[in-house]
Every structure is written in structure tokens, then in C-alpha cells.
């Protein structure tokens, strides 16, 4: 059984975003993590190994610093890694992400393939389903549980204050949530092993099937309007009353505000 994870390097929010002066993100000038949902996809395709043997291979799209979150995934038991690594491919959007992902899967063997339901640095849980719409096969997303049946995967499916579960044959998709595990830390074992293994680099020559045109920021549909950091908030406004003004303070503000 072989496994493709694909993971992202993001940036760590607690140190603050960056922004070039195009709207796009300084990710050169940022601290780094690796993706919580990706993470979670990759300890269920590391949990698949435990249990059938499967060979994992992750893959992240990025600059070359990306390489340490290949790295990391290792660690974690991974098999293999690949970064894709190009300059025509930064500033990419949802849709060219994805046309340069699927290109690049094309060339692997793989029966599932996982990528976390969405990036902490663009919330948008696009990319998954279009690497899927993009190769052609099916795709189950927001996966809380995942279970192999023959050439099948069963999915627990999160659905608002429910779940579906769904099956379909593989290959296939799945878009894993953060709360789908807990993801295992590395060992220095694993780091040391990490370490010793060559990463795969591929470039813009070696996706297939990909137009020049669907690829980096000229092949992104998606226009920056405005960029910026999170907004901090202003202390508010203060008073000093007793507990009874107090509550009819309180009250007449969310009357005010059509909360109440």
C-alpha cells in the first residue's frame, strides 16, 4: 500500500506575519511550522504504515527552507520525502497550488492520498479537493476517523453536529481534520535516520501535465486586495459603577447593539 501525504510548511502566527510588498507572504522571513491538519494527516497515514506496512512519502511545495518540515515528517516515521521547488511557482493561489501538486503526484504510485483540510495561513480547504478534481479521482474530506477495507477506505465524515460515513475505492482522497488524532513526536532515532536521507527535489520540468499558464502568481486567478496583519484591538471603553448601574450598563449596551 503506498501513501502520499502532502504537508505545508506555514507560518508560526504567535511570531507575526509578513508581507512582500505584492500582498503575497515573506515566508523567507518568517518562523515555521509544519500545518496542524497536515500533521494530523500525516500521523493517520503513519498509523496505515503501523498497521498494513504502507509506504508513506509526503510532499510539500515551497521554498528550499521547506525541506525541514520534509525533514520533520521523517522523523515522525515517514519513508520518503519530495519538496517542489521552483521560481516560477511562488505566489501561487488555491488553484495554482493545486495544478502544481497534481502534477507532480502524477509521477508516484499511491493508492491514498491525504492532505490536512486547510492551511492555518489561508483557511480556504481548497487544495485538497482540487488535486483530486484535478487527477480524477474521488475525494472524501473533513475525515474525523479512517479505516482500510480491501481496495476501499471507510470515513468517518465530520457533518455539522453529526458525521456520514462514507466509502470509497481506492485511489482516493481524504482531507484529514486536525482533531483526526494525535499526532506522535519524532525520535532522535527518527531525527538522526531523517537526516541521513536524501530529499527528492523536483522543479517546473518535472510536473506533468501542467500548463505554464496555471502555474505561480501569473497562474493564479485570485486577486490581493488588501494585506495585513492581525488587527490588535484598542483597550475599550472603561467604567467604574457599582454592581447594580454595572448590570444595567451591561444590558443597555447589548440592547444597543441588538444582541438582546
Keep these: ?3 502520499v501525504v502532502c504537508i505545508k510548511q506555514v507560518p508560526d502566527t504567535k511570531g507575526g506575519v509578513k508581507f512582500k510588498p505584492d500582498g503575497t507572504l515573506d515566508r523567507a522571513a518568517m518562523l515555521t511550522i509544519m500545518n496542524p491538519d497536515d500533521k494530523a494527516g500525516l500521523e493517520a497515514a503513519l498509523r496505515l504504515k ?9 510532499v510539500t511545495m515551497g521554498l528550499p527552507k521547506a525541506e525541514e518540515v520534509l525533514r520533520e515528517a521523517m522523523a515522525m516515521g515517514a519513508d520518503n520525502g519530495i519538496l517542489v521547488t521552483d521560481r516560477v511557482l511562488g505566489g501561487a493561489d488555491t488553484w495554482a497550488t493545486s495544478q502544481t ?6 509521477n ?5 492520498i491525504i492532505t490536512g483540510r486547510q492551511a492555518i495561513d489561508g483557511d480556504t480547504a481548497q487544495v485538497g479537493p482540487q488535486i483530486s478534481e484535478h487527477l480524477g479521482i474521488p475525494v472524501i474530506s473533513y475525515a474525523q476517523e479512517i479505516k482500510i477495507d480491501g481496495d476501499s477506505v471507510i470515513v468517518k465524515r465530520q457533518f ?13 482522497l481524504i482531507t484529514a481534520l486536525s482533531e483526526l488524532n494525535e499526532p506522535r513526536y519524532m525520535t532522535p532515532g527518527g531525527i538522526f535516520d531523517a537526516y541521513k536521507k536524501e530529499i527528492t527535489v523536483w522543479g517546473r520540468n518535472d510536473l ?3 500548463l505554464d499558464s496555471n502555474l505561480g502568481l501569473k497562474g493564479s486567478p485570485t486577486q490581493i486586495a488588501k494585506a495585513s496583519d492581525k488587527v490588535r484591538k484598542g483597550a475599550g471603553e472603561k467604567v467604574a459603577l457599582d454592581p447594580t448601574e454595572s448590570v444595567n450598563y451591561i444590558v443597555g449596551k447589548l440592547t444597543e447593539k441588538h444582541v438582546i
Design 50 to 58: 503501523d498497521q498494513y506496512g504502507a509506504e508513506v512519502t509526503v
Design 101 to 106: 501538486l497534481a502534477g507532480a503526484l502524477r
Design 208 to 210: 506533468k501535465d501542467v
Design 1 to 3: 500500500m503506498k501513501v
Design 160 to 172: 455539522d453536529d453529526r458525521y456520514h460515513m462514507l466509502k470509497a475505492k481506492m485511489p482516493c
Design 108 to 112: 508516484l504510485e499511491y493508492d491514498l
